[in-house]
């Protein structure tokens, strides 16, 4: 394999890992206190805004009303996985769909 | 009214345990752990016309069904078989069968055998509903150059920056195989991904990094690679080939009301480097030549389509047209060289968010290649369904 590739693949992994490391390094209380700033400064997005704009990406996105809670826990945590969703995005938007349906 | 506010409250304490156990008796109490059947299928009619050879066919029938089986808020099972009649049999296989279980809120580990993150199109966008056209572009598939599946594992995530997402996949697999050509020499020097136990001791290591510039996740920029440093069965001549792969892909999903609907641009350029090989041509006289050439292969598609949501008429309402444009050339010098331009256009009909009609016309222009390259021309009437 050539060096100029070995480097590129190096160079993403650590670009991978270090991205990693400081999302998961920031404590917990930093954290809440970003978010509790966002909530306080910023018209936060809602569930219902976040499921048109992200469950359209790929396919059509399913209504609210096709699924149960049950079935839309499991679809969740599904998306969240193969579609590589952030957490507090999925988050939201299973609350909205489990509330709209 | 009662059931319906059970649900919202529920909704509402979601991963929580605690406050889960205080809320008032619900009418229905859902369950953590679930199964579910889900999966998809397609049928159609094709017809070809290859250098003026006419075929037509009904075909597809293809079921694919998806078990998902759920067994706590982060550990989740998930398998998908694929059932298709090819040449005249019957074709099982298994898409992806893995386990996920989420680690923390940017952590989720993968191990099985599960679809690749190596650029959009298969891990995202391959399922008959939900792929704009009858067909893959070029590049992917059969004969393809660019992965669908592998046996490792996988560490994936995303963030929120505040706006901004980011996401990331890193995995490890068994890697391809190099076809030293033993088998079937016109196709000598390509690589098969599937390798369900491993012909050597370097796994392949990729991954991808996907960017969503905008608040409103209307565009992605994702770069994805793949390598390894031996292709070839150990203690072979082949075995320390190494394979470099890489692709960018590009997604921009809108709903724009100055077009009245939405606009939707997808697209990958995938790109092969595979280390160079000598290989070995037997001729009919028996006689032995050996070859080499520059293994460096690539693919490209960008497709757009149009979808009038925002139509004043409901019929319009479900129409989407969509055009892509795909390209294809592998090595010059190879058994396999070829290079193809592909055009593809459908009217699509959608009955439901996860079933489809596509009404497509598709333009192949080749040089070389399996069937010796020319023009191949298709008309395809395909319906999708996702359950």
């Not at chain 2, 090989?277 to 149009?306: I, M, P």
């Not at chain 2, 309402?317 to 090595?331: A, M």
Request: with cysteine; hydrophobic share 35%.
């Amino acid at each position: 394999m050539k060096t100029i590739h070995k480097i590129l693949v190096v160079a993403v992994v650590i670009f991978t890992t270090g991205g990693m490391i400081v999302g998961c390094s920031s404590t917990k209380n930093a954290y809440t206190a970003a978010t509790d700033v966002q909530d306080e400064f910023k018209i936060e997005k809602s569930g219902a805004q976040m499921w048109g704009e992200a469950c359209n990406r790929c396919h059509l996105a399913p209504s609210p009303a096709d699924y149960n809670d049950t079935d839309w826990s499991t679809i969740a945590l599904h998306m969240r996985v193969r579609a590589n969703l952030a957490e507090n995005e999925i988050a939201k938007i299973e609350t909205f769909l489990k509330s709209a349906n | 009214m009662i059931v319906g506010f059970g649900h919202i409250t529920y909704g509402q304490t979601y991963n929580n345990f605690e406050t889960d156990s205080v809320t008032a008796p619900e009418p229905f109490k859902p369950s953590k752990t679930q199964f579910m059947i889900r999966g998809y299928g397609h049928t159609g009619l094709n017809f070809m016309n290859t250098e003026g050879e006419k075929e037509s066919s009904y075909v597809g029938s293809a079921f694919a069904p998806i078990f998902l089986f759920k067994h706590s808020d982060r550990l989740m099972f998930e398998a998908e078989l694929e059932f298709g009649l090819e040449n005249n049999e019957l074709e099982v296989g298994l898409e992806y069968a893995d386990v996920m279980y989420i680690l923390n809120k940017n952590m989720t580990v993968r191990a099985g055998k599960f679809l690749l993150p190596f650029g959009t199109f298969m891990e995202r966008l391959h399922p008959a509903w939900i792929n704009r056209l009858p067909t893959r572009p070029l590049g992917f598939g059969h004969d393809g150059i660019a992965p669908a599946s592998g046996i490792g594992v996988e560490l994936r995530g995303a963030f929120d920056l505040g706006g901004p997402k980011l996401n990331y996949a890193v995995y490890s697999t068994n890697g391809p195989r190099l076809k030293d050509g033993s088998v079937e020499p016109e196709e000598a020097g390509m690589l098969m991904f599937q390798n369900f136990e491993d012909n050597n001791n370097s796994k392949a290591f990729g991954g991808r990094i996907g960017l969503l510039p905008f608040a409103d996740s209307s565009t992605e920029i994702g770069f994805s690679s793949y390598s390894t440093s031996k292709v070839g069965t150990t203690d072979s001549e082949y075995e320390n080939v190494g394979v470099f792969l890489y692709a960018i892909d590009f997604a921009f999903i809108k709903q724009i009301p100055a077009i009245s609907g939405f606009i939707d641009i997808k697209g990958q350029y995938n790109n092969s480097d595979i280390d160079d090989a000598t290989y070995t041509e037997v001729h009919e006289d028996g006689d032995e030549e050996e070859y080499t050439f520059d293994n460096k292969s690539n693919s490209f598609y960008a497709q757009l389509s149009y979808r009038p949501t925002m139509a004043s008429s409901d019929f319009m309402k479900k129409l989407e047209l969509v055009g892509r444009y795909s390209n294809l050339n592998t090595p010059e010098g190879a058994e396999w060289e070829e290079r193809s331009d592909q055009y593809a256009f459908s009217l699509n009909y959608w009955l439901t968010w996860r079933s489809v009609i596509k009404v497509a016309y598709q333009t192949t222009d080749s040089v070389g290649g399996h069937d010796g390259g020319g023009t191949a021309n298709g008309f395809f009437i395909h319906w999708a369904i996702g359950f």
